[in-house]
Structure formats: structure tokens, C-alpha cells
């Protein structure tokens, strides 16, 4: 989808098509304030606010990160993962506006169904990408799949208001990196032939599974686009890289990916996290800090709950002020979904890691999951009942307060 994240909320402010809006960081009081009428009489409509009512970028203060921009603002170098208060020197002038998850999952829901409707073997790749087998479509092959991909445009756009990209190639490897030539509303066909010309003069980092710590090893070794990694002899990468990662690499240089379109697949874990506006103590921010806590857990449990699994692994994961990052976990003897249980094993593990410095990031997780009902799940009322937690050997003074 195109900039799928900013897309909904100019659903709702279609005032705003055109500009540059960046989507990120928490809901703020200043929102909140948006949605309401100055003179105090009550909300007004949305499609109907000014847009100088809007909150610029430049007075943005805090360490939010941008999930995505409107187009408009990305031509002004704002993108995803950057920190608001960077992207605020790049474009001062940008409107932005907190994520609203709610109406994100609606329309992701709404848009795969779209597409299943049409074309059934789908594969979920997150809340806005998916992977679509065309081979079984009747028509299908129509003009390289073009066809296809413009009824399969047609239908989102008709049930959501919304714009996607589609690449259609003969794997998902280049079908992934052609998606992304034509945006946005756009559609992109490789064929095989067209790998040396459209695809090695990528960057490498194009190629989804090389990130920066490989890119940037890549560099330091002289290669910068797909067709310089083509070039390398399998055994040299291999050399470098490890036996399975260097073969990986110089078989998707070549654009070789055998991957099928999977369209169920059990999820490994789930997590929630969030970076604090400010550097946060564990004890002179302890109120503000087990509010945070509690409320991941719950987000967790919800999570987990919603999508019908349970999970026996229970971690935690701090990032500390110096951008240092510590994590522990601990195994259950059965499953659970509670957001009571795990709130209480999240906590024990947070005495197992030094809290003396200030945090700028706090995550709970749930690993090892099963499908509920099944057998060795842990309900609600056995939560006392969970196999204990070691103790560690020195109390931390700063957790006893917090926790």
C-alpha cells in the first residue's frame, strides 16, 4: 500500500491530500485539542478543520520516530524509521499527526480481503504488504499479470479509498523490488531478461534480507549494487560472509529465489515496545514508568488474545540512555495469554538487568507460541501456579521501587 499509515489519516483529513504530513510519535494533548472547536463548544468534523489548525513538525518535541510520510513530504528527505526531531530540520513545515492503529487494522483487513476475493492465494507480510500468487488466476498472465494487478488496484481503491503498487515478476524476490519502482498508484512488470537492466543497478540494500550492518560490510568491500555483488566469485562471498549467507547473497544477485507464496504461517512471537519522549529513571520516574510497563503487557496479552495464541516465553528488552540495549526472558512450564501473569514474569525478569541508568526504550515480548486450547495452557485462575522465576544473586536497589 502507499504510505498506507499517512493514506488513512488523509481519509480523514482529505484537506491535507497534497502537503507534506508525517505519522509518528504518541498521541498528544495538542490532538487531542485538534479534534475539538477553540470557542470550547464541543468536536467539530474533521474534513472541516483548518489547515493551519494543524501541528507543524518544527514544533514537535520529543524522540518519536516517523512510521511513514505522505509523498509530498518525502521529497524533502523524510522517511520511515527517521526521528521526528531530525525530519523536523528537513522539513519544518510538515504537518504531523499521531498513528491511529484502530482504523490502520480496519483498513488493512479491508484491503486484503479485496484482494482475496479476487486472487485467494495471498500471503500476509504485515499490516500493509502482502505477496500474491497470480499463476492460479484465470487471466492471470493477461499482459505479464498488468491486467490483474489494475482489477486488483481497482478493488482497493473502490473499497477503501486507498492507492497500492503492485510488482509482478516471476519470484517474490524481484516482485518486492519492483513494487517499488512505480509509486505511488503505480504497477511494475520484471521478466526474467530485465534483471541486468532494471534490477543490478539497484543498491544492494534493495535486496530484502541485506541490512545496514551487511550493506555497510558490502561497501567497505566495494559493492554497492546488485550487479557488483553479481559479480562476486559464490566462493569469495561465501569467504566472507559464511558458507549459507554468501551462497543466499549470490543466488539473489542473480535474481534466483525459489520461496513459495505461503499463506498461513504461525507467527514466532509477539512483542510491543516504545521509546520514551524523554529519558526515563526507574526511580524518580517509577509512576510514570509501571504505567508504561503494564499497559505493553496488556497490549501483549490483547495481542496474543485477539489472534488466538498463547506463548510460555516472557522477555523484556530496556534500551538505556548510552543506546545500549539488555534483554531477558523466561520460559513458563505452560502457555499463557494473561496480561495478570505476564505483567508479574516481565517484571521478575526486569530484576535481572541493571537499572541505574536512565531508559529511552522499554519492550515486553511473547515467544514460543501455540495455538490457544491447546494442551499445557495456562489459564487466568492458575497464574499463581507458574513455575518461579530465579532469583537474582544481587537485588538491584532501583527495581524494588518500580517493581
Known amino acids: 500500500m502507499d504510505a498506507f499509515y499517512a493514506s488513512v489519516e488523509l481519509l480523514r483529513y482529505p484537506q491535507l491530500k497534497g502537503l507534506p504530513v508525517v505519522i509518528g510519535g504518541g498521541r498528544r494533548k495538542v490532538d487531542d485539542l485538534l479534534l475539538q472547536n477553540p470557542d470550547g463548544s464541543g468536536p467539530r468534523e ?51 499527526l499521531p498513528v491511529d492503529f484502530e482504523e490502520v487494522r480496519k483498513y488493512s483487513r479491508t484491503f486484503k480481503n479485496a484482494i482475496t476475493e479476487i486472487a485467494p492465494v495471498m500471503q500476509d507480510r504485515g499490516v500493509d504488504e502482502v505477496y500474491i500468487d497470480f499463476t492460479p488466476v484465470p487471466g492471470g498472465q493477461r499482459e505479464g499479470g498488468r491486467v490483474l494487478a489494475r482489477l486488483i488496484q481497482k478493488s482497493i481503491f473502490d473499497k477503501t479509498g486507498l492507492t497500492c503498487s503492485i510488482g509482478v515478476a516471476p519470484n517474490r524476490l524481484l516482485a518486492k523490488m519492483a513494487s517499488e519502482f512505480n509509486k505511488p ?26 541490512g545496514p550492518k551487511a550493506g555497510e560490510k558490502l ?23 559464511g558458507k549459507s549467507t554468501g551462497a543466499w547473497m549470490h543466488r539473489v544477485a542473480w535474481g534466483r529465489d525459489d520461496s ?19 529519558d526515563l529513571h526507574a526511580v524518580r520516574d517509577k509512576a510514570e514508568l509501571g504505567q508504561i510497563f503494564t499497559d505493553l503487557c496488556q497490549r501483549v496479552a490483547q495481542d496474543l488474545q485477539r489472534k488466538g495464541y498463547v506463548g510460555k516465553t516472557i522477555g523484556i528488552k530496556l534500551r538505556y540512555e548510552d543506546f545500549k540495549t539488555a534483554t531477558r526472558d523466561h520460559t ?30 522499554l519492550g515486553v515480548r511473547v515467544g514460543t507460541l501455540q495455538p490457544a486450547g491447546t494442551q499445557g495452557q495456562v489459564e487466568p485462575a492458575d497464574a499463581g501456579q507458574a513455575a518461579p522465576v530465579r532469583k537474582p544473586r544481587q537485588r538491584d536497589p532501583h527495581t524494588a521501587p518500580l517493581f
Open 332 to 361: 513458563l512450564s505452560a502457555a499463557t495469554s494473561d496480561a495478570a501473569l505476564i505483567r508479574r514474569i516481565a517484571g521478575q525478569c526486569l530484576k535481572r538487568v541493571p537499572l541505574d541508568k536512565r531508559l529511552r526504550l
Open 219 to 241: 561497501a567497505r568491500l566495494g559493492i554497492e549494487t546488485i550487479g557488483q555483488l553479481a559479480a562476486q566469485d559464490e566462493q569469495w562471498l561465501m569467504g566472507h560472509f
Open 260 to 278: 513459495p507464496v505461503v499463506t498461513e504461517s504461525e507467527p514466532v512471537s509477539m512483542s510491543r515496545e516504545t521509546t520514551f519522549d524523554r
Open 185 to 210: 498508484n503505480g504497477i511494475s512488470i520484471v521478466y526474467e531478461e530485465d534483471l541486468q537492466s532494471m534490477i543490478w543497478p539497484l543498491h544492494v540494500r534493495k535486496i530484502n534480507g541485506i
Open 46 to 96: 474533521p474534513c472541516f478543520i483548518p489547515v493551519e489548525d494543524f501541528p507543524l513538525l518544527k514544533d514537535y518535541v520529543g524522540r518519536g520516530v516517523i512510521t511513514t510520510a505522505t509523498y509530498a513530504a518525502r521529497q524533502f528527505g523524510v522517511g520511515s524509521a527517521m526521528g521526528m526531531m531530525k525530519a523536523a530540520k528537513l522539513c519544518p513545515q510538515a504537518i504531523v
